[in-house]
C-alpha cells in the first residue's frame, strides 16, 4: 500500500512504530484517550508496510515538523523560503497549507469543546465580528446551533460577517482567543453542580421492583414518550449483555442480522464476545467469525451504531415480553 493509500491516522501509526515502544509511550502521554484509541487500533492492524515506503512516511512526518518549526520562529516568509532550499518550491507549498489547515484546527479549540448554551451564553454580547470569527473556526454543527439562539437581527450580521471573512491577522486571532478563554476559564468556576438527569433516573429505575418500574414507564409513555426512551436507553448498554443468560442471549440473536453481529463484536469486551458466540449455532458462529475477519478497516461510530441496533431489537423483544433483561421479576413457573 503507497502512501497516498494510507489515511493521516494510518500514517501517525506508522511514525509510532518507526520510534519505538519507548518513544511512543512518551507521546501517548501527551494525547487524548479518543486519539490513543484511534492509533493504538491502527498499529494493530498494520502488518508490513516496505522500507521505502516507511522511509517516504517518516521523511514526510519531518517535513511537517520542520513546517511547524520554522513557521513558529520566523513566520510564512521565512518558512517559505527555508522550506523550498529543503524540499523544492512545490513540496514546500504543499506542506506550508497542510500545516497551515492543521494549525487552523487548532485555533480556538476549547470552544469547540464548550456546550453550544454555554458558547451562547459567553458570545451573545460580544461584537458580531467576534462571533463571526470564532464562528469560522468552529464546527459547522455547532454553528448552527450559536446561530439559532442568537437575536434575530444579530444572526444576519454575523452570517454576513462569516460569508466575508477572508483572512485573519495573527496577533488579532491570539488576542481574540486569549480574552474569550479565559472568560470560559470563569465560566467553568461558576458551573452550578449537575443534579439529576435522565442517567440518573434511569440508575434509580435499574434497583427498583418490575411492577413500580412498569408503573411508572407506562405513566411516562403516555405523559412524556421521549423522555420515556431516553431513559429507556440508559438503563441497558451493549456491554450489558455480558450478565444475560444464555437462552435470553440465544432468544435476541434469532432476531438480530448477522452483519451487525460482526461489526459490533469488533470492539467489545471478552465476556460479551464469548457469551454471544456460544450462544449461536456453530454454523452461524463461523459465518459471522467470517465477516469478522473481512472487516479489516471498521470505525469507531460504525460499531457503536451496530451495537445500539442490536440493543434496540433486546429492548424491544422485553418490551414485548419476550425476554427479561433486567430489573426484580416475581417468575411465575
Known amino acids: 500500500m503507497a502512501m497516498a493509500d494510507l489515511t493521516s491516522t494510518e500514517r501517525a501509526a506508522a511514525v509510532l512504530i518507526s520510534l519505538g515502544a519507548e518513544a511512543a509511550a512518551s507521546i501517548y ?11 493504538s487500533y491502527e498499529i494493530s492492524r498494520l502488518d508490513f508496510i ?25 513566520g510564512v516568509g521565512y518558512a517559505r523560503d527555508v ?16 500545516v497551515n489547515k492543521s494549525l487552523k484546527a487548532q485555533e480556538f479549540e476549547f470552544l469547540r469543546k464548550m456546550d453550544f448554551k454555554n458558547l451562547v451564553s459567553m458570545l451573545q454580547n460580544e461584537h458580531p465580528q467576534t462571533i463571526a470569527l ?34 485573519a491577522n495573527g496577533e488579532t486571532l491570539k488576542l481574540v482567543e486569549q480574552i ?38 407506562d405513566e411516562l409513555g403516555i405523559k412524556d414518550p421521549t423522555l420515556l426512551e431516553a431513559i429507556r436507553k440508559q438503563m441497558f448498554v451493549f456491554e450489558d449483555i455480558a450478565g444475560l443468560d444464555d ?29 454471544i458466540m456460544r450462544s449461536m449455532s456453530s454454523r452461524m458462529a463461523e459465518s459471522v467469525k467470517t465477516d469478522m475477519e473481512y472487516l479489516t478497516s471498521v470505525r469507531m461510530r460504525d460499531v457503536e451504531d451496530a451495537q445500539q441496533r442490536i ?5 424491544k423483544l422485553e418490551s414485548e415480553g419476550v425476554i427479561v433483561i433486567g430489573g426484580k421479576d416475581d417468575i411465575i413457573v
Open 83 to 98: 522550506l523550498e532550499k529543503a524540499f523544492g518550491p512545490q513540496m514546500a507549498i504543499s506542506y506550508m497549507e497542510r
Open 247 to 275: 437462552q435470553t442471549v440465544q432468544r435476541f440473536i434469532r432476531d438480530v442480522d448477522t452483519k451487525d453481529l460482526a461489526v459490533a463484536l469488533k470492539q467489545t469486551k471478552p465476556e460479551v464476545y464469548d457469551i
Open 29 to 39: 502521554k501527551c494525547l487524548e484517550e479518543e486519539d490513543i484509541e484511534l492509533l
Open 180 to 217: 474569550l478563554f479565559r472568560k470560559a476559564e470563569a465560566m467553568a468556576g461558576n458551573e452550578s453542580m449537575e443534579l439529576g438527569g435522565v442517567v440518573f433516573v434511569a440508575n434509580i429505575m435499574k434497583g427498583v421492583d418490575r411492577g413500580v418500574e412498569k408503573h411508572i414507564f
Open 50 to 74: 516496505p522500507d521505502e515506503e516507511m522511509k517516504d512516511i517518516v521523511e514526510d512526518f519531518y517535513g511537517l515538523c520542520l513546517t511547524k518549526k520554522v513557521l513558529a520562529e520566523g
Open 134 to 167: 470564532v464562528m469560522s473556526y468552529s464546527d459547522p454543527a455547532q454553528c448552527s446551533q450559536v446561530l439559532a439562539e442568537l437575536p434575530k437581527d444579530k444572526r444576519i450580521d454575523v452570517v454576513e460577517r462569516i460569508a466575508k471573512i477572508d483572512r
Open 311 to 315: 440493543v434496540n431489537v433486546i429492548r
